[in-house]
């Protein structure tokens, strides 16, 4: 249930991140336990990065990709690479 509500929570955040309000107004809503836990720090990484590739796609075309075609593209070209990156930065700080 607990990823259930992160990634409900995530699809709000994408929604209606121009509308400031909104989008304090859905963070406050989750819980500390929640954001403190590992793999939300992850899933907000992996968001991250999709949002940087979503950008840099745009700019190349000159025109909004929108987020649909971002990730599609970001999983099936990008994630891969780095997950794997990701994880040996994580064992090389242990």
Known sequence: ????????IEIIFLRVKKDKYMYMTALSA???FLTN???YKEFI???????KHKWLESEKLGY????????FDWIIN????????????IHEND
């Open 30 to 32: 989750i819980p500390n």
């Open 78 to 89: 990008h994630r891969t690479a780095w997950r794997k990156k990701r994880m040996l930065t």
């Open 45 to 51: 990484e992996e968001r991250n990065e999709i949002l």
């Open 37 to 39: 836990s590992l793999i």
């Open 1 to 8: 249930m607990k990823f259930g509500i992160i990634i409900s």
């Open 64 to 71: 909004d990709i929108g987020f649909d075609k971002a990730i």
